[in-house]
């Protein structure tokens, strides 16, 4: 243990604001590895493309609506879930209130990963479809996406990341800011050092795995924004490629329930040797209609292993990364959960799912009717529209909002690969859908 | 845009697996900065100290409860603040369930940093004290806690770090992860990289500034642990030393409701330029009763600069953070804490602090009868005991545990000054301090 010297320019100040002796202690010598002059930035946030996605929709919106005075908006941009659709849910949700009001025990022990009623229920889950996960593979957490941005945190920053193309932008965006990918192109809009793999309409929008080695690769099945699904095998050769290569697949199946064919894998566990190379984040939000409650759960096997982290390794690294950024989720959130999870909840949470995929049968017929191509929306919630006559994602984007009013999001924000598409959501009211397929029937000018 | 060659080991076996052609494409050359090896994991989790505080304590605590069967505990230790005690916060969750099973609203917009009613009655909770802040410089979140993990992200991992010593173990081990800090020391046990500042008797547990340069210093005021609070001189000599030297204070200001005299501040804002240099995080669980609503804020000033980030900048980071990794707190908790900021909610939370304080006058009258002294309990929820004859920590949790049944935490578990001293919580049902306090007074032999 030793005292750094002082710079002259601290002394001079120190000793007029009246500091005298030493308070401070350092240890080691570590702070000589910055010269002295101030807190700095994260300077990977500075890479960041600066249009982000929901923001800059919500402004053209802004836009549109001080052009267009009372003019009726059909969103079917972002996920309206926020209703809490499910009785056996909302009866959970009283009892837990009622049941927290009165509680009179004297102590309690906070589980980090989430109750264990409630990672029993999620274990029971993934059991029915031939998967066994212990009990302490299972990390409840506050909804998908905090995950999907954390998963990283436990990696180190020199591993090359794979993404579909186009993707979900967090993938992406937080490895960026972790420092996993160099400068931003504006004319391709991908970032150098990123791997991606394209999804278009001659691979049904599912890729093949890269034929480079890369580190992470995240998967998002059924896809968000293009709804497609792997089939068993599809999902195999990523596994396959993964075992080869030591590398991790980061499989966010929030979408999983929306999956109708039953010979089309909702986990990527269901196929063989996967709890070996996988990681798989999925969500309550989609399926159970409580968005607002931030619920889901994240899986890490202690299977899982690379060749600087043997099996057990990383079950205990995300243990620890989330015991000390996380303080759990919120209870009345987890009994809710289990209520979705128990029979009568699962036959509500299906109605759901059910009423949601007809949402989608609605806008794809409307859009068909347009003579307009259109895919997933069969096994997942997004509806991916074809622009007419190669029209750009933006000018599609643009067409329907102001002939239809109809709200979407231009396919080419999620990649170069979603350029010439548009993103439709099934997960709003009935009667918007309704009112949104009517609109694009009667007023689209194709 | 150009391919990387591939290796020769990859070759054959992609080959062999039937891939041919490229189906990834990689933009730029960051992917040679690694060798083509494997995913790996990130190796400043190797360099955190083993005995994670709450985990270590729950494992002691079952070994007691294995050897003295049927025996009743005092859990004086970790917070037992879940009960919904605030009526006005649970009629609050009563009807936000209601609104939101029968919300019929066609599409909505989601808002990262909360939604403004609630950031307006944080602000108003703000302005009372002659602090003015903009709607856009807070930012509700899901518990101080992420956000005390989360803040170190949108700076750089050079910036050297400051804490108070004993501290609550977040502040250090979130920077240790981010790779902020070198070695751990065991005899020492602390971290070389790490500026310790000392808090002890003699400073009645606040330290002066480091009499050298740090970037990021972490204040918790009241105190967890020691239960001390900053005057409004000392606050100042902070921030003049933050103004001088360009470093940030993060102000974890989750006990601020417990602060009875009202000339000690209650905020950092309450101290003149302070909002150029100081972030602040809050939280609702401790005051209002709701710990498992998962509510809580954090300021981020726009005024806050630094030499490389004009004012304005952090504000942009952070909110670029949030909505990044986050999906916003659940639109019930922040219904609640709207509630629980409204008049009555006020009144009725204000009844749990003193509540909470009258808990905390018995333990420290329990403790005083076994001429012990102790600390805090006047302006926080957490008294700060001095072990006896100069017993170490451990000894007289075990001493406390064994002789009177009363958890507490170990302060050396909190840093090196914490050595000889325990933490106890007056966050317990009134039943439970006064069991504990009248089995201090019987059964413990000082």
Known sequence: MRTLPQTPALDGWLVRAGFTGQQS??????????????????????????????????????????????????????????????????????????????????????????????????????????????????????????????????????????????????????????????????????????????????????????????????????????????THEQLKSFVEYALKLQAIIIFDASYAAFITDPKLPRSIYEIEDADRCSIEINSFSSSCGFADLRLGWTVVPKNLSTEDAPAGKLNVLWHRRQSTFFNGPSIIAQYCGAAALSPDGRRECQAIVDRTLDNARLIRDALNSRSLVCYGGQHAPYIWAKSPSGMRSLDFFDKLLSEAHVVTLPGSSYGPHGEGFVRLSAFARRECVERASASIKENLRV
């Open 25 to 230: 202690v350092f240890v080691g010598d570590a702070l000589s590895r910055k010269s002295w002059v101030m807190a700095t930035i994260n300077i990977n946030y500075e890479k960041l493309c600066t249009c982000y996605l929901f923001p800059e929709v919500t402004r053209q919106l802004k836009v549109f609506a001080e052009k267009n005075p009372g003019a009726q908006l059909y969103r079917l941009d972002v996920s309206d879930n926020t209703q809490l659709s499910v009785p056996t849910v909302v009866n959970g949700l009283t009892q837990t209130s009622e049941r927290l009001s009165q509680s009179n025990t004297c102590g309690y022990d906070r589980h980090y990963q989430g109750e264990e009623f409630l990672r029993q229920a999620i274990g029971n889950h993934y059991d029915e479809r031939g998967v066994k996960l212990g009990l302490d593979e299972i990390f409840v957490n506050d909804g998908a996406k905090s995950d999907i941005g954390n998963i990283q945190t436990i990696f180190g920053p020199q591993n090359v990341v794979a993404v579909q193309d186009p993707t979900y932008a967090e993938y992406v965006d937080t490895n960026v800011m972790a420092g996993r990918a160099e400068a931003h192109n504006s004319i391709t809009c991908q970032y150098a050092g990123i791997a991606y793999m394209p999804c278009h309409e001659r691979n049904l929008f599912f890729p093949e795995p890269p034929t480079q080695k890369v580190d992470l690769i995240y998967l998002c099945c059924p896809n968000n924004p293009t709804g497609a699904v792997a």
